[in-house]
Nanobody
Framework: VQLVESGGGLVQPGGSLRLSCTTS????????MSWYRQAPGQERELVSR????????NYVDSVKGRFTISRDNAKNAVYLQLNILKLEDTAVHYC?????????WGQGTQVTVSS
């Protein structure tokens, strides 16, 4: 099983990034896919989730209207479009795949928002 995040980087406030998570080794279309983030000294928090079948999406309140999650089951990939980035979005962003009882994580990609 592999989950590989990419697309992180350094961006100014108000800027945008697109994170990608490419996966292999499991039945991607059957899994709920999520993005989490962890800032220094903070607990890991759920940012956004997309369901396996109906592509229902959920977002933490702090990113609603700014971030968009999507998935491509043909490419076994999930994406997170980050717009109107704020200083407080600085964190390592992790991709997660879940379906009971399996729970897989990527290694994370750093997003740094700084002027």
């Amino acid at each position: 099983v592999q989950l590989v995040e990419s697309g992180g980087g350094l961006v100014q406030p108000g800027g945008s990034l697109r994170l990608s998570c490419t996966t292999s080794g499991f039945s991607f279309s059957r899994y709920v896919m999520s993005w989490y983030r962890q800032a220094p000294g903070q607990e890991r928090e759920l940012v956004s989730r997309i369901s396996a079948v109906a592509s229902t999406t959920n977002y933490v309140d702090s990113v609603k209207g700014r971030f968009t999650i999507s998935r491509d089951n043909a490419k076994n990939a999930v994406y997170l479009q980050l717009n109107i980035l704020k200083l407080e979005d600085t964190a390592v962003h992790y991709c997660n795949a879940w379906t009971f009882p399996s729970d897989y994580w990527g290694q994370g990609t750093q997003v740094t928002v700084s002027s």
